[in-house]
Nanobody, 126 residues
Framework: QVQLVESGGGLVQAGGSLRLSCAASGRTLSRLAMGWFRQATGKEREFVAAINWSGSSTTYADSVKGRFTISRDGAKNTVNLQMNSLELEDTAVYLC???????????????????WGQGTQVTVSS
């Protein structure tokens, strides 16, 4: 079992930056693929970014490519999402996800993840 707790959300002006963190407990992060998703009010949950278990491979949604960076720190059991050049359309609840894996691929679909955090709100204002 894995527990995930997100932090770092808040209110920021368009063009600003935020750094989200996801702290995992209950099991070592090794062999866990991790990802970030977001869900805006009235919309479906959508993929944002993913990182494989070793940190050697990352995948991003086209909408955030070049602006967001996902990273992981195995020693601290955390996964981070650095968000720069934030846009109004980035406003959403951001959720961290994790799943045990036996390969080095990133996971980009909601159904591929076994564990989810409660989410942290990110609001971008004009």
């Amino acid at each position: 079992q894995v527990q995930l707790v997100e932090s770092g959300g808040g209110l920021v002006q368009a063009g600003g930056s935020l750094r989200l963190s996801c702290a995992a407990s209950g099991r070592t992060l090794s062999r866990l693929a991790m990802g970030w998703f977001r869900q805006a009010t009235g919309k479906e949950r959508e993929f944002v970014a993913a990182i494989n278990w070793s940190g050697s491979s990352t995948t991003y949604a086209d909408s955030v490519k070049g602006r967001f960076t996902i990273s992981r720190d195995g020693a601290k059991n955390t996964v981070n999402l650095q968000m720069n050049s934030l846009e109004l359309e980035d406003t959403a609840v951001y959720l961290c996800a994790a799943s045990p894996v036996s390969d080095s691929y990133t996971l980009v679909r909601v159904w591929e993840y076994n564990y989810w955090g409660q989410g942290t709100q990110v609001t971008v204002s004009s």
